[in-house]
């Protein structure tokens, strides 16, 4: 938990998959990454009260918030700023749902989780368990690329003075509808997952939360703070291809990053490592590359899954994943692409398989996909 | 086996909400995929879970459907040979 | 840069596809009410259809029918609201999950229980690769796709938005909700509503499709000057947002001929609009719709239908007004209609809308 640990994680190779611990599901074969901490410990970090009726999407979501509330000099609040909060989830509070169903329409002990089991009271519940007053709230669900459409909102509210901080990301916790879900669709692999590997069989089920903090640069100036990086370009687009598959071509992947591409006022070959989609999904990963292909030609940059560490952290992803390109932006790695030994046909280019130290990177880009083919893609520059 | 592939065609058309077809529609030696009846990946999960379900019999691998869901008669020689109830 | 609401369309508990509401509101006559179904053959093939549930195909029909009154052939971007996603699929699923203990479950149920199915469904229809996006915050759902399309809009990242609300309410999530006192179980004529004692309201399931564009067109709707989210505001700041959304667009509180309020019948919901009407709004008639649509995680969409509608035609029929004695004084043609909504008074909306 939190940036640092991740940091080393990522330069050790130490990944978060294994069994699982705290989901009660039967299928104990499949790996998931799960966030390594119970609901009781998430609510003492919180301070919040044993018998409060909170969800662990929410409860992730509220670590991952102060986390970043801290990191950007905003806890406690400063009230001369208008402050807002845009959050992507998508199973929301399912993972108590699934366990209270029965009471749900038969008694009446377990009525208070009702109110809690959609989207909107996910990011609700997040706002309330810190100790802060958000002037505008909403919540975006578009799947595993909900974390990056937030990114994508909050940045134009910015634009429009519409906000003077907004804080941006995901939350999403493991559930047996998620990951039975998953299954139904024989998506999951069996083995800790393979991101563009030739013999990849699926993908891994993580679960985490992460939040960014944006704001203009005349507002972080004012505030004396020195931002960690830019957002310079961003893109979402519509595969408009299948519900579940991605198109051969990546069509959606292709426009959505050249879109930031484009916004960013960027060439491809400016871009110095992609942080990718890459689920470990059969589909998803030739479907990206050769979009990453049709965009980068012959010189794709340096590639990476670091869903090989974190598991597909689904609505969350695109906030995790952004979390770690900054990272790997002010620190100078790239972060290697675990379990990965044979290149895909049809692929030209492989990844990244040893953690790059000491490098300097000017450009990340970040890609976020989802069902219906929802993607979206960021890019995050150095600030010279 | 006739009776079986006309059990199939039934369940096929109720699992895959054929709306409007009736097992006289379904050709038993036409492709299910692609030309014939037009099906896709996800409704080849569908018949992936019909298998077990009805017939106890599990497949680990999407690709393993390929071969099998060729067309009606394929899947009900496939059956005839696997089930386990 | 002017904002205009071409073209709308709708399923609901009212005639489908229509305006007839207008004139012959149909009246609720119980606390569930089913909607009308339109005939979906135009729309959607029975290919199609196999897969989908009830909420994609109504959100189908909305959209192509609110495109097709709009002109227009292909938006530049697909904006939905859902407070609840696709629930009879959802419920579908979580039943087999539980039922079977995780075993044998339907693909195409988790594949359809996802909020976004909705306008990826509509996208994969139009094969529309333009912008895509679904929001799912209770009930301002719509507010936040309608706030994130003008926005873009506003910055000319595009020149049309296809904004939608699509909730339903099924029979399991009807009886789970009653438990919250979402619903006036012994609902049978609308006194009970505008009396608004007690809790609940009554449940309508809502599809909404509104068609955005930055070109004026013959038989636009309305424009749409702004949209505004705040949360928890308290009157103060509630009053504040009001005035900046005024003065962002040169007009003043008198210059509002109608504000159109999210009043259900149920005494919480309720208290929060007779405060605003108390400090903020007293000199200006207060209109409703919840009463002719039904309360819903979607129905604040409704509410900015049933103003823009009055826009276009120039007249608010009687039936719209909550005070009797408002309706009777009101006779002029309506210019400009403020849409405020709030859910729990912690999110709340002002859409500003003008002739």
Known sequence: MGADETYACLLAGRSGIGKMKYLKSKHTDLPVGEVPFSDEELRENLFIKEDASITRTSLLGACALREALVSASLFPRDKSWKMALVSGTTVGGMEKSELFYYDFLHTREKDEYIALHDCGACTDMIGQANPYGFEMMTTISTACSSAANAIILGANMLKLNRTDIVVVGGTECLSKFHLDGFNSLMILDHEPCRPFDKNRNGLNLGEGAAYLVMEREETACQRGISPLCKLSGYGNRCDAFHQTASSPDGEGAYLSMMDALAMAGLQPSDIDYINAHGTGTPNNDESEGHAMMRVFGDAVPPVSSTKSYTGHTTSASGGVEAAISILALIRGFIPANLNFSEKIDSLDFTPVTEVKQGVELHHVLTNSFGFGGNDSSCIFSKIS | MEQLIEELKKEIIEVLNLEGMTPADIDENAPLFGEGLGLDSIDALELIVLMEKNYGIKLQNANEGKEIFKSVRVMAEYINAHRTK | ?355
């Open chain 3, 1 to 355: 840069m002017s904002i205009y609401i071409q073209s709308a369309s709708h399923i609901s508990i009212q005639k489908p596809l229509s305006e007839a509401w207008m004139e012959l509101p149909i009246v609720p006559d119980s606390a569930f009410m089913k909607s009308e179904e339109p005939d979906y053959k135009p729309f959607i093939s029975p290919m199609e259809a196999r897969r989908m549930g009830t909420l994609v195909k109504r959100a189908l029909a909305t959209s192509l029918d609110t495109l097709r009154k709009g002109g227009c052939e292909m938006p530049d971007a697909i904006i939905s609201g859902t407070g609840l996603g696709c629930v009879e699929h959802t419920e579908k699923f979580l039943n087999a999950v539980i039922d079977n203990d995780e075993e044998c479950l339907p693909p195409t149920s988790f594949m359809q229980s996802t909020h976004n199915t909705i306008s990826s469904q509509i996208a994969l229809r139009l094969k529309c690769h333009g912008y895509n996006s679904t929001y799912s915050h209770r009930g301002t759902s719509f507010d936040s796709a309608l706030f994130d399309a003008f926005m873009q809009l506003s910055l000319g990242k595009i020149g049309t938005a296809l904004v939608g609300a699509h909730d339903e309410m099924t029979p399991d999530y009807f009886l789970m909700l009653s438990k919250l006192d979402y619903w006036k179980m012994d609902f049978c004529h609308l006194g009970q509503l505008r009396k608004g004692e007690g809790r609940g309201s009554i449940s309508g399931s809502c599809s909404l499709s509104m068609l955005l564009s930055s070109q004026k067109q013959e038989n636009a709707l309305c424009e749409l000057k702004d949209v505004e989210l705040i949360y928890r505001p308290g009157i103060l700041q509630s009053r504040h947002a009001i005035n900046e959304v005024l003065l962002r667009n040169n007009l003043s509180l008198k210059d509002i001929d109608a504000v159109v309020m999210g009043l259900s019948g149920d005494c919480d919901n309720d208290d929060v609009y007779h405060e605003l009407k108390h400090h903020i709004f007293q000199n200006v008639p207060t209109l409703w719709y919840k009463q002719m649509f039904g309360e819903g995680f979607s129905s604040s969409s409704f509410g900015v239908y049933v103003g823009a509608v009055c826009l276009r035609v120039g007249r608010i029929p009687q039936h719209l007004f909550y005070f009797p004695e408002e309706a009777a004084m009101f006779q002029k043609e309506p210019r400009n209609i403020l849409v405020y909504n709030h859910f729990q008074d912690r999110d709340h909306s002002i859409i500003l809308l003008t002739k």
